[in-house]
T-cell receptor
Framework: GAVVSQHPSRVICKSGTSVKIECRSL??????MFWYRQFPKKSLMLMAT?????????EQGVEKDKFLINHASLTLSTLTVTSAHPEDSSFYIC???????????????FGPGTRLTVL | AQTVTQSQPEMSVQEAETVTLSCTYD???????LFWYKQPPSRQMILVIR??????QNATENRFSVNFQKAAKSFSLKISDSQLGDTAMYFC???????????FGTGTRLQVFP
């Protein structure tokens, strides 16, 4: 299947600072990327959907000024958590979909996730 | 609204045995996709199997197969010859042709015992 990487895998930051998480599709062009948040022992909660070159579409209840998403190329999307607070601590997962040699265009392939801890 | 229901929060199976995980969904769409994803302790989401709604034939991937009952809106996953590495949380998910969004079930935690 298709490979999606995510960096960093783990980050600890102080309250009030901003944190950027990168999501890359390594062997296919990701026309659409998704950002999820997952609480312990819970399912994934979609935060936003982004298409290359256009603004992200945020789910209801997700603050777009707090969670900045940029999908500048067909292989890279970034999520920036601005002015992070302890309640933003969570596991953030990206996924990507798009046609490629090893994947089906309508299927989402997931990154390994980033654990964010805000002190 | 489209929903996905996994009624089994936890399941367990002995190594080499077969286990079936249940999933039902609700939609008024006729064209859609269904997926099973696996999330092991590493928390990496891994695609297990994919089914297109227009296909009557059940999808299979090695030891993994589905029982897709479109009229009943049921999409169960059968794992044959269970292995210790199958221990994970399993999520059933749905998406239709008009949107890329995945709708996830609440997950079933599967424990494979030696």
């Amino acid at each position: 299947g298709a490979v999606v990487s995510q960096h960093p895998s783990r980050v600890i930051c102080k309250s009030g600072t901003s944190v950027k998480i990168e999501c890359r599709s390594l062997d296919f062009q990701a026309t659409t990327m998704f950002w999820y948040r997952q609480f312990p022992k819970k399912s994934l909660m979609l935060m936003a959907t982004s298409n290359e070159g256009s603004k992200a579409t945020y789910e209801q209840g997700v603050e777009k000024d707090k969670f900045l998403i940029n999908h500048a190329s067909l292989t890279l999307s970034t999520l920036t958590v601005t002015s992070a607070h302890p309640e933003d601590s969570s596991f953030y997962i990206c996924s990507a979909s798009g046609a490629g040699a090893n994947n089906v265009g309508d299927t989402q392939y997931f990154g390994p996730g980033t654990r964010l801890t805000v002190l | 609204a489209q929903t996905v229901t996994q009624s089994q929060p936890e399941m367990s199976v002995q190594e080499a045995e077969t286990v079936t995980l249940s999933c039902t969904y609700d939609t008024s769409e006729s064209n859609y996709y269904l997926f099973w994803y696996k999330q092991p302790p590493s928390r990496q989401m891994i695609l297990v199997i994919r089914q297109e709604a227009y296909k009557q034939q059940n999808a299979t991937e090695n030891r993994f197969s589905v029982n897709f009952q479109k009229a009943a809106k049921s999409f169960s996953l059968k794992i044959s010859d269970s292995q210790l590495g199958d221990t994970a949380m399993y999520f059933c998910a749905f998406t239709n042709y008009n949107t890329d969004k995945l709708i996830f079930g609440t997950g079933t935690r599967l424990q494979v015992f030696p």
